[in-house]
């Protein structure tokens, strides 16, 4: 198992049937999460608006490999028809359909549907398939019977880039669209706390910036320092944190040394914490079309992680990022939280959960992951 064995800090896998086991891996290569993901065992997921023919492909491929038990939530009559159409042996892959009869509200119901499975502990991770973003947010966050956490839900991308000797991480490309200090600080958590499920002990995070250097004029520049100066002062751990930091100095070691910028990240970057969710979109379709990379991805911060794809990812991107939340879903229900070293440090933090729980209720109404 190429990639795999390295040690790893955090250990507990966390079963849904109550089994912990230990693993230990590293994920070094995307398809790296495929070979995971099958020595996790069959993980139940929930597809909610299964009638997609991509996410179908994927789902199919997913369930031959022994990764997943799908529950396809959707109009049965149209999920046959589509799986026959592509080739998906519904009864091979062992799919149990949750049928939802065809209305004005179909799509609303799928979502809740599919939420409902996960809340009752029958699915381990969250489809999106043939339905609006906002939709299955919306039951998701419903204050009973959805899936909050008080965390706040943000994106986290794992891409493969051709010429670069490592998996970069990126968030958040599409959930929270402009965040502040606090949504950032969530955002740096979450994606620390995936890159430690994934065999990474201590990620080293660059806090983008269109330049390096520290500036009142650029808010962003200012709360990368902010957030790099929180990490030195123990309020976010498990990680090497520096910033502000441009891409080129983030990622290349050339390009850190001709602007004499030093220190632990410059260069080395694991993960790379974008200024907006349109940067981080942008970065996403530049590494994917113009450059000849791979991602997967995975909504996080909610009960159970959230594969959330866009229109145009391939079946192959789909069935990684499939892979990634069952190897999350299977071996971290709950994705590990980064906690601060100090009193004031625990109440900023709290602080911070409460304010995303707030926002909760408003982000139902305009969810959208760019795609």
């Not at 080395?268 to 979109?281: F, M, R, S, T, Y």
């Not at 959230?306 to 971290?332: N, Y």
Request: charge should be neutral; glycine fraction near 12%.
């Amino acid at each position: 198992m190429g990639g795999f064995g390295a040690n790893r800090r955090h250990g507990g896998w966390t079963i849904a049937s109550g089994v912990s086991r230990v693993a230990t891996l590293r994920i070094e290569h995307l398809d790296d999460l495929v070979t995971a993901a099958q020595g996790m065992g069959r993980v139940p997921i929930a597809v909610a608006g299964a009638e997609d023919s991509e996410v179908l492909v994927a789902v199919g491929a997913a369930a031959r490999k022994g990764i997943v038990v799908p529950f396809l939530v959707g109009n049965a009559g149209r999920i046959a028809a589509i799986a026959e159409k592509v080739g998906v042996s519904l009864a091979e892959i062992h799919a149990d359909i949750v049928d939802v009869p065809e209305g004005e509200d179909e799509s609303r119901e799928a979502a809740g549907r599919a939420v409902e499975l996960v809340h009752l502990g029958r699915a381990a991770v969250l489809v999106k398939g043939r339905l609006d973003t906002s939709e299955l947010m919306h039951a998701v966050l419903d204050r009973n019977a959805g899936l909050r956490t008080g965390r706040l839900l943000t994106h986290v991308g794992l891409f493969e880039t051709p010429g670069l000797d490592r998996i970069l991480y990126i968030s958040d490309g599409g959930v929270v669209l402009q965040p502040d200090l606090h949504q950032k600080m969530e955002i740096v958590r979450n994606a620390v706390g995936v890159a430690h499920a994934l065999g990474l002990a201590e990620p080293k995070v660059a806090i983008l910036a269109v330049t390096e250097k520290v500036s009142g004029e650029m808010p962003t520049a200012m709360e990368a320092a902010a957030l790099s100066k929180m990490a030195d002062r123990g309020q976010i751990q498990g990680a090497v944190i520096d910033g502000p930091l441009g891409l080129d100095n983030a990622v290349s070691m050339e390009a850190a040394s001709r602007k004499g910028i030093g220190g632990p990240v410059a260069g080395k970057a694991d993960i790379l914490i974008v200024p907006n969710a349109e940067a981080g979109n942008l970065m996403a379709k530049v590494i994917t079309f113009l450059a000849g990379g791979s991602m997967a991805g995975v909504v996080v911060g909610a009960k159970v992680p959230i594969v959330i794809t866009s229109r145009a990812d391939s079946s192959r991107s789909k069935l990684l990022s499939i892979a990634l939340g069952v190897v999350l879903g299977a071996g971290v229900i709950e994705a590990e939280r980064v906690t601060s070293g100090n009193g004031s440090a625990e109440k900023a933090a709290s602080g911070a959960g409460q304010k995303s729980e707030r926002l909760a209720d408003e982000l139902f109404s305009r969810f959208r992951l760019l795609g």
